[in-house]
């Protein structure tokens, strides 16, 4: 008889929000997210269903051209995984702050924020 044992990696990975965030993909982006997210904009605050958010922030990267995403910090508690960064574009900077929980077998966006930066 033998016992194997195996670790579960989530499904989808915070490594996969990155590359989205950087290509400035929302198609790709909003795969990621929980069935409802919050979203903060510089003008735009609120909590959208996944449909929602995917148009908000399609409309947000045609306005402000993805370069690139820098990692600041990112990391993991109680499951949860967080990252802070820069979403660098054509025009200005923002601080970019995702919340990805466990729900069922994958870490999904839960809230997702951007702020520009001076």
Do not use: W
């Not at 965030?21 to 790709?28: E, F, S, V």
């Not at 508690?77 to 200005?92: A, E, H, P, R």
């Amino acid at each position: 008889m033998s016992l194997f044992l195996f670790s579960f990696k989530p499904l989808y990975s915070i490594e996969e929000v990155l590359s989205a965030l950087k290509a400035g993909n929302a198609t790709q982006l909003s795969k990621y997210f929980d069935s409802r997210v919050d979203i903060t904009l510089p003008n735009k605050s609120d909590n959208f269903s996944r449909n929602q958010a995917e148009m908000i922030l399609k409309d947000f990267f045609a306005n402000n051209d993805v370069k690139t995403f820098v990692v600041k910090h990112k990391g993991e508690q109680n499951g949860s995984q967080f990252c802070i960064g820069l979403l660098q574009t054509k025009n200005v900077n923002f601080r970019t702050k995702f919340f990805m929980k466990q729900k069922g077998n994958k870490q999904v966006v839960q809230e997702l924020g951007f702020e520009a930066m001076e």
